[in-house]
């Protein structure tokens, strides 16, 4: 049988750090995370094939949109069975806290549903507005297709991932369905980005400052 592949894509890197709160930068510490990830999936699962978009602290281009881009890119390249990016989340309101995972929906419903709480917080260029795709062009039929089909699998490992992250004290904010990311819209296959918080929460930030924290999410991951 062929060999299983994974992508771990950790957050922004080089001229974008992502998150910054205190002492947390985003960048930094889902880099962390990601190599956990792919030691734990080593040694747990030696025939699986683990990649990650970057092992340092590097981008692909100085433009996010096409930087994003060209990690999907790369997924494709390798034939990933499944994408990961892995984020850190932050908010204008100190109150807001949990984990959650994003995956890609072309649902229109589930998509004006979070659009309002999506972009208020999300970097800019980590979206492609959905109104800058054309949608009568064909790329656009084939990612339809191709997102009914990955949907289902994307979902699955978004919800048992929110579930893993919450037994280590962080709230649960469950499955959301994104606007086009442009990270996951150029993905082939089933990708999801998973948010390990948000670093301008007291209880959050204190937990992912905790030494344990970052083993503990790549566990769950």
């Not at 994003?102 to 979206?127: C, I, R």
């Not at 048992?160 to 082939?188: D, Q």
Request: charged letters at 30%; aromatic letters at 10%.
């Amino acid at each position: 049988a062929p060999r299983r592949v994974v992508v771990i894509d950790p957050g922004h890197g080089g001229p974008r750090p992502g998150k910054v709160h205190r002492d947390i930068v985003e960048k930094d510490y889902v880099l962390d995370v990601s190599k956990a990830v792919r030691e734990k999936l080593g040694r747990k699962m030696p025939d699986l094939k683990v990649y990650m978009t970057r092992s340092c602290d590097s981008a692909y281009h100085e433009k996010q949109s096409t930087d994003n881009r060209r990690r999907a890119e790369f997924a494709n390249s390798v034939g990933a069975d499944l994408y990961v990016s892995i984020h850190a989340n932050a908010h204008p309101k100190s109150s807001v806290s949990g984990c959650e995972v994003w995956v890609l929906t072309l649902n229109e419903k589930l998509m004006q549903q979070n659009s309002n709480s999506a972009t208020s917080y999300a970097d800019e260029g980590d979206f492609i507005d959905v109104s800058d795709i054309d949608r009568s062009s064909q790329g656009f039929m084939v990612a339809l297709a191709r997102q009914l089909e990955n949907e289902p699998f994307s979902r699955f490992f978004a919800e048992e991932c929110c579930e893993n992250m919450s037994k280590y004290g962080l709230r649960n904010l469950g499955v959301k369905a994104g606007t086009v990311y442009t990270v996951l819209y150029f993905f082939e296959g089933p990708g999801a980005i998973v948010e390990l918080g948000y670093l301008t929460n007291d209880n959050d930030y204190n937990y992912l400052k905790s030494k344990k924290s970052k083993d503990e999410m790549a566990e769950a991951i």
